[in-house]
Nanobody, 120 residues
C-alpha cells in the first residue's frame, strides 16, 4: 500500500506564489510518475503537471511558464512551485503517483487533496 500526503495549499492573492509538496510512503519499489491534478467546483479533474522518474515534465497549457514540477526520488517527494497565480487556478490539488510496490505489483495512488484559493 502506498500513501500520499500533500501540504502547502492555502489562500494567496493574485500574482502570489505557493509551493505544494507531496510525500509518498509505504511499500514502494519504484515510482515511475508523480504528478499534480486539480479539480475546481463543477469541473472535471485535470492534469496540471507530471514528472517522470528521469525528470521529464508535462504541463497543462494554461500553467506553462508559471508552474514548475520537481521531484526528489530519494525522498519519494514531488513538488509544485506555483508562481503568478490567477483566480482560475483556484481548485483542490491532488497528488498522484504510479509505480511498482516491493511485491512487484503496480500502484496508482492519490492523495486526499489540498485546497488552493487565489483571491482577486
Amino acid at each position: 500500500q502506498v500513501r500520499l500526503v500533500e501540504s502547502g495549499g492555502g489562500l494567496v492573492q493574485v500574482g502570489g506564489s505557493l509551493r505544494l509538496s507531496c510525500a509518498a510512503s509505504g511499500s514502494i519499489f519504484r515510482i515511475n510518475s508523480m504528478g499534480w491534478y486539480r479539480q475546481a467546483p463543477g469541473k472535471q479533474r485535470e492534469l496540471v503537471a507530471d514528472i517522470s522518474i528521469v525528470g521529464s515534465t508535462n504541463y497543462l497549457n494554461s500553467v506553462k511558464g508559471r508552474f514548475t514540477a520537481s521531484r526528489d526520488n530519494a525522498q519519494n517527494t514531488v513538488y509544485l512551485q506555483m508562481d503568478r497565480l490567477k483566480p482560475e487556478d483556484t481548485a483542490v490539488y491532488y497528488c498522484n503517483a504510479r509505480g511498482t510496490t516491493t511485491r512487484i505489483a503496480s500502484f496508482d495512488s492519490w492523495g486526499p487533496g489540498t485546497q488552493v484559493t487565489v483571491s482577486s
